[in-house]
């Protein structure tokens, strides 16, 4: 059974470009959260998204950073025009169902985003 | 609002020596998960345990235990007789009712040879 897979592993951008993770949730599950880590820091919250539904996008920024889980396919993180400040590792994360039964949330490698 | 805090930031011990990380947390919440991962140099992230506001029974896994104190919100993880593997980032993390996990910002533990 595979594990929750990310890609890229590593993802270069220059400054103003679009930068796009990717994070396949293991099989069987249909929940999905992104974390980001900035370096020398813990994981942050950003997004929980369920197939075709974001259910919590409080830990997002208000600008530049949008969250998609379709029906078929992976879920995309987007980052437009990335800035410095967003070289960081993504973790996604995903668990078989919802708040109410408590699943563990197993997470992916992570993408490591570095904004030259 | 939740708050997860590891006040050591970094633990540096010799191999075979016992070492406990600490963590407090903070939540209003009567029903919380809690948890440990352990983050290797390689990246990835590594689920260790869950446990419930409701279990306070300690656990033990190998040379891994794990001490849960509601009196004091307090999961605190000790590493028996630790090993040059063991070093690693190790983050405790809470889950309330909005299925987030708030984590704390890690220890950085190094077992020297």
């Known amino acids: 059974n595979a594990g929750v897979m990310q890609n890229p592993r590593h993802l270069v951008r220059r400054r103003g470009q679009e930068a796009r993770l990717r994070c396949s949730p293991m099989k069987g599950h249909s929940h999905v959260y992104w974390y980001r880590q900035l370096p020398e820091e813990g994981l942050k919250f950003m997004v929980y998204l369920q197939k075709e539904n974001i259910i919590d996008e409080s830990g997002m920024p208000k600008e530049r950073f949008s969250a998609e889980f379709p029906k078929e396919g992976p879920s995309i993180l987007r980052i437009q025009q990335v800035v410095r400040g967003d070289s960081a590792a993504y973790f996604c994360?995903?668990?078989?169902?919802?708040?109410?039964?408590?699943?563990?949330?197993?997470f992916g490698p992570g993408t490591r985003l570095t904004v030259l | 609002a939740q708050k997860v805090t590891q006040a050591q930031t970094e633990i540096s011990v010799v191999e075979k020596e016992d070492v406990t990380l600490d963590c407090v947390y903070e939540?209003?919440?009567?029903?919380?998960?809690l948890f440990w991962y352990k983050q290797p140099p390689s990246g990835e992230l590594v689920f260790l345990i869950r446990r419930n506001s409701f279990d306070e029974q300690n656990e033990i896994s190998g040379r891994y235990s794990w001490n849960f104190q509601k009196s004091t919100s307090s999961f605190n993880f000790t590493i028996t007789a630790s090993q040059v593997v063991d070093s690693a980032v190790y983050f405790c993390?809470?889950?309330?009712?909005?299925?987030?996990?708030?984590f704390g910002e890690g220890t950085q533990l190094t077992v020297n040879p």
């Open positions: 939540t209003r919440d009567t029903t919380y998960y």
């Open positions: 994360a995903s668990s078989p169902c919802c708040a109410r039964v408590w699943d563990t949330q197993y």
């Open positions: 993390a809470l889950e309330t009712s909005g299925s987030r996990l708030t």
